[in-house]
């Protein structure tokens, strides 16, 4: 039997899936290291796939990062995002791969956009201009997939997790999304003794979140479903998955559950001078919940592990 390669191990998605796959008793992992192979380099990715006897391919490799980061690296977060893809689904393919899963975003689809978002919603109007160059490259992925599978008859899907948080993320102060940012800025106000906490926007947007494990879980459950499992509630020309929990809180809801779980005792202000983007982004789970796969792990315990890892790796999170 040939290798599971879990491209981007070392991030979040990627170090969950690798975790669900070793809790499933897969012993076959394979991972690197980007001193074994750059992703972005074609000429190594291709002689890795020449090296290892690869069977299937998770590809949760990517540059990722939030508002702050997508406005200020658009180029950065285009080129490494294609070259990433167009590398590990073209050397798979000339590996003789024929099972891969690519691990996209919820920031796929249209700025306006009818709630809850649908996958019948791609390339159907214009995106969210902040993270526009990301989002193309991650579109690019899907139709990537789906032209392999026409051509060459490949079994290439795609899951387009909404916002993910859990061990792993990132807890960088400017760089992060908002779930680690709030964990960050309320964890630090408890130890400052600080009697206020700000939050940008009014507290009114509505957002989905989902656990990295539940993540996981889907991403190993929708790679393993047969072909003709798959395929019937998908499309050729329409073949990624939404991931989500099909349900969502309001940003004051989401601030004062990170308050409860981290300690905090002060109040929480909301900046209504700052924007609070769009007023609701919520997946449409219904063809994933057709497959067999519901997310399990509920925001409030899900936050609690969060932050417990933040704890335990907090000199590292703050890098």
């Avoid at 180029?75 to 798979?92: D, G, R, T």
Wanted: net charge neutral; hydrophobic share 40%; proline share 4%.
């Amino acid at each position: 039997m040939g290798a599971i390669f879990v491209a981007g191990h070392r991030g979040m998605v990627g170090s969950a899936i690798v975790r669900k796959l070793q809790a499933l008793g897969r012993t076959n992992i394979l991972t690197a290291g980007r001193n074994e192979v750059d992703l972005a380099r074609q000429e190594q990715v291709e002689a890795f796939f020449r090296k290892h006897d690869i069977e299937q391919v998770y590809l949760a490799a990517a540059k990722v990062g939030g508002i702050h980061a997508n406005n200020t690296y658009p180029a950065q977060f285009i080129y490494e995002n294609l070259m990433i893809e167009c590398n590990v689904i073209h050397s798979a393919h000339v590996a003789g791969v024929q099972k891969l899963l690519l691990l996209g975003s919820s920031c796929i689809y249209p700025r306006a956009v009818a709630q809850p978002m649908r996958e019948d919603a791609l390339l159907t109007g214009v995106l969210e201009a902040t993270n526009e160059p990301y989002a193309v490259a991650k579109i690019a992925g899907i139709k990537l997939c789906e032209s392999y599978n026409r051509e060459y008859g490949r079994d290439y899907r795609g899951v387009m997790p909404t916002n993910l948080y859990g061990p792993n993320d990132n807890f960088h102060p400017e760089n992060s999304h908002v779930i680690p940012a709030m964990i960050r800025r309320f964890h630090e106000a408890v130890q400052s003794g600080q009697k206020v906490v700000t939050v940008w926007g009014t507290g009114k947007p509505m957002r989905e979140f989902l656990h990295v494990d539940d993540m996981a879980a889907a991403s190993v459950h929708v790679m393993d479903l047969p072909a003709e499992v798959y395929s019937g509630v998908t499309q050729p020309m329409l073949s990624h998955i939404n991931v989500g929990t099909g349900v969502d809180c309001t940003i004051r809801e989401l601030a004062e559950t990170i308050g409860e779980v981290t300690g905090y005792k002060g109040d929480i202000a909301f900046d209504a001078t700052k924007p609070d983007g769009t007023a609701r982004k919520l997946m449409d789970v219904s063809k994933l919940e057709r497959l067999g796969w519901k997310a399990s792990i509920s925001l409030k315990d899900g936050l609690r592990q969060a932050y417990e890892w933040f704890l335990a790796n907090e000199k590292n999170a703050r890098l």
